[in-house]
Nanobody, 127 residues
């Protein structure tokens, strides 16, 4: 399975962006799909995840984005989205999407590595 993240860019503080993670080579709802980000000189941070269609229905958010970001999946388009609102300068990072059939969202947030990763998309938040 291959993942392609897109939708990053430059946005002012308080603005919004929607990231897309296009899944190919498999059905998006067959996998738990998550978003992680890595800011310069910082460790990678898991920020959101949606479980597989036959999973436990989990949708997880890190405390740093809860209430501002929303993850969703469009099975018809085989794509997972991350709607990011009220962006802050500290949200600036390279954003990656990842997927796994075995590692759940809870597992990923606990530090288990997902198998499939897309190339990142840069998000810059600056006035």
């Amino acid at each position: 399975v291959q993942l392609q993240a897109s939708g990053g860019g430059l946005v002012q503080p308080g603005g919004s962006l929607r990231l897309s993670c296009a899944v190919s080579g498999g059905a998006a709802d067959y996998y738990a799909v998550g978003w992680a980000r890595q800011a310069q000189d910082k460790e990678r941070e898991w920020i959101s995840c949606i479980s597989s269609g036959d999973g436990d229905g989990s949708i997880l958010y890190s405390d740093s984005v809860k209430g501002r970001f929303t993850i969703s999946r469009d099975n018809a388009k085989n794509t997972v989205y991350l709607q990011m609102n009220s962006l802050k300068p500290e949200d600036a990072a390279v954003y990656y999407c990842a997927a796994d059939r075995v590692v759940s969202c809870h597992g990923a947030f606990r530090g288990f590595e997902m198998d499939y990763w897309g190339k990142g998309t840069q998000v810059t938040v600056s006035s």
